[in-house]
């Protein structure tokens, strides 16, 4: 962990981080902080008070970020809505990225610790119930030009699972709602109705839709810690959020890769 150091808000105005990294609980929080620096010229990273949120002000690769925990899911007054628009705002960050952890699609095709990046987030939660037929009313988001970009051409991403096993990173649809699911049925009838997505998470439509009315650039990465198949443990969630950091910061140390943000 880094050393850390308490500052007003006031005096952290000389810092404007570029990139503001969201997580949902506290094992992806310290696995991002594992791999935060100070700020160039200082000693420790930056806890700041910004109003509602605790933010973490430092360097994630060459990128200067500011880290910030919302609670789980999108709804709600501690959300991930709610904090990345107060996020933005505060900081005037140029884009926000979602790390963590996820549930995967296919066990036999999918591996624990992959990492899943959103080319959309895909809101399953709005559905019109009808006595014959049900009718799908989310939104789909589609993720920022520049990360996606960024995150479809990483090359030279090395990250190994305990066994030694290289984990990789796939693209595609993410679902996401306010449901922690662990449910084989629900699964099932979720990827029936959107067989295209490659897993699912919790706060990817909020981070989506408050960076895209705030007009930032937006992904979620998150590797694979279970199946949501009625199996869910917590076995391999620090894992898991390791992989995801790793891969968010090997984005981050790419040198002119966010210029045009």
Known sequence: MPSLRTVTHDESKSFRPKVGILVATEVERQAVLKKMRPPKNKRAVL???????????GRLGITDIVLC???MGSIGRDSSMMVTAEMIESWELAAVIM?????GKDATKQEIGSVLVSDRIISYEPERLGVSVNQDRGSEHMAGTVLLNRFRNVVGWDFCAPSGRQCGFQAGPILSGE???????FKRTLFERYPTAIGGEMEGAGVAAAAERKGREW?????????GDGTKTKDHQEFAAAASVSLVEHVLN?????DSL
């Open 254 to 258: 790419q040198v002119g890769a966010l």
């Open 47 to 57: 806890q700041v008070y910004s109003g509602n949120n605790t933010c973490f002000v």
């Open 69 to 71: 925990m919302t609670a």
């Open 99 to 103: 790390a963590g952890i996820a549930f």
């Open 219 to 227: 992904i979620v990465a998150k590797a694979i810690c279970d199946w």
């Open 179 to 185: 449901k922690l699911v662990d449910h084989p049925e």
